[in-house]
């Protein structure tokens, strides 16, 4: 596609749950980038993948977020043991090496 | 510690006149920012940025102003359209395409 794809759009989960949320970057962007949107809240960064560098994990809350991105493209970010904090709005964006960030529209995350 | 602050949760201006958003920034080390505008629903897109070797930058009815010295920046749109009610995020990296940090945002309403 043309531009950032993300899914599901929209996930009701129970707490406790473990959750998967998938990003399809733009082709041929090396940078992917996670990020969330609580409730009247701005951009909480979560993590950075560039190339085949190590991620830049620093912005994960706790040992229960986890992603990875296979083979430099297609990025899952796991939320184990959900929490009601974890609800909120996650948005995958990527980029050139050096550019702007395309984000796409992300996936509205639930825990009742 | 939020390193990028945008003081207004919202503005309300009038149609035709001049819509001014406002962002302060606590880390020296920043030198690259960036303006995002967010639809309900959809993922920020891309407005305009500006270099910390640059004072101003201009594109169409959107100019970004960066003063170094007082840690701020501010996006100026003129003449505001009611198409440009969304909400404006202010964002910062220590270099181009390395990971931004976002303000919480400002919501903007045009009024026609």
């Known amino acids: 596609g043309a531009g950032v794809s993300q899914s599901p759009s929209n996930k009701v989960t129970e707490k406790g749950k473990d959750v998967e949320l998938r990003c399809d970057p733009i082709?041929?962007?090396?940078?992917l980038y996670w990020y969330r949107q609580r409730l009247g809240q701005g951009l909480e960064f979560l993590i950075y993948?560039?190339?085949?560098?190590?991620?830049?994990k620093s912005g994960l809350p706790s040992d229960r977020f986890s992603a990875e991105r296979t083979g430099g493209s297609v990025s899952t970010l796991t939320i184990q043991r959900t929490q009601q904090e974890d609800s909120a709005v996650y948005l995958c964006?990527?980029?050139?090496?050096?550019?702007?960030?395309?984000f796409g529209s992300g996936t509205q995350l639930s825990v009742l | 510690d939020q390193q990028v602050k945008q003081n207004s949760p919202s503005l309300s201006v009038q149609e035709g006149r001049i819509s001014i958003l406002n962002c302060d920034y606590t880390?020296?080390?920043?030198?690259?920012f960036l303006w995002y505008k967010k639809y309900p629903a959809e993922g920020p897109t891309f407005l305009i940025s500006?270099?910390?070797?640059?004072d101003k930058n201009e594109d169409g009815r959107f100019t970004v102003f960066l003063n170094k010295s007082a840690k701020h920046l501010s996006l100026h749109i003129v003449p505001s359209q009611p198409g440009d009610s969304a909400v404006y995020f202010c964002?910062?990296?220590?270099?181009?395409?390395?990971?931004?940090?976002f303000g919480a945002g400002t919501i903007l309403r045009v009024k026609s």
């Open positions: 964006a990527s980029s050139f090496s050096a550019g702007s960030l395309f």
């Open positions: 082709s041929g962007h090396t940078a």
């Open positions: 993948f560039q190339g085949n560098s190590a991620p830049d």
């Open positions: 880390n020296s080390m920043f030198d690259y």
């Open positions: 500006i270099s910390s070797i640059k």
């Open positions: 964002a910062a990296s220590r270099a181009e395409g390395n990971k931004l940090v």
